[in-house]
């Protein structure tokens, strides 16, 4: 089985990014606004400022998008395996994708978790066979 999954071993830098273009078009930026004075804000200084600024937020939402996929593609799993792993009657439609997700890395003590649903559902239908007999 795969390693117990956490924070610490769970982010990473993904070079081509963290290291080489995000710096790289950062600096690009940068560069254009200083260039801006000596070349007495012409059209195309001013230009050069906009496309290094456009180069930026690609970049960034292009990061972005592609986190928010991960982000669904994780919720996705999770439910898929609550789905297969808990009973029934617990409903997972009334939870909400964060704590959904947040479980994961919940122990079962942790209040409000699915997995400490289980348990005191579990718990009160043993209680509940107890008392009808």
Do not use: C
Request: glycine share 0%; net charge positive; charged share 20%.
């Amino acid at each position: 089985m795969a390693e117990q999954q956490n924070y610490s071993n769970h982010a990473k830098f993904f070079p081509p990014f963290h290291f080489f273009a995000a710096p790289i078009l950062i600096a690009n930026f940068i560069w254009a606004i200083i260039r801006l004075k000596p070349l007495g804000f012409s059209p195309y200084a001013i230009f050069s400022v906009v496309v290094a600024a456009a180069l930026v937020v690609t970049l960034t939402i292009a990061r972005v998008m592609a986190l928010k996929v991960q982000d669904r593609v994780i919720r996705l799993e999770e439910r898929l395996r609550y789905e297969r792993l808990l009973p029934a009657d617990l409903n997972l439609a009334s939870t909400t994708s964060r704590s959904t997700s947040s479980s994961h890395f919940a122990s079962p003590a942790t209040p409000n978790s699915p997995r400490s649903r289980e348990k005191s559902s579990t718990t009160k239908s043993m209680t509940a066979k107890r008392s009808s007999r």
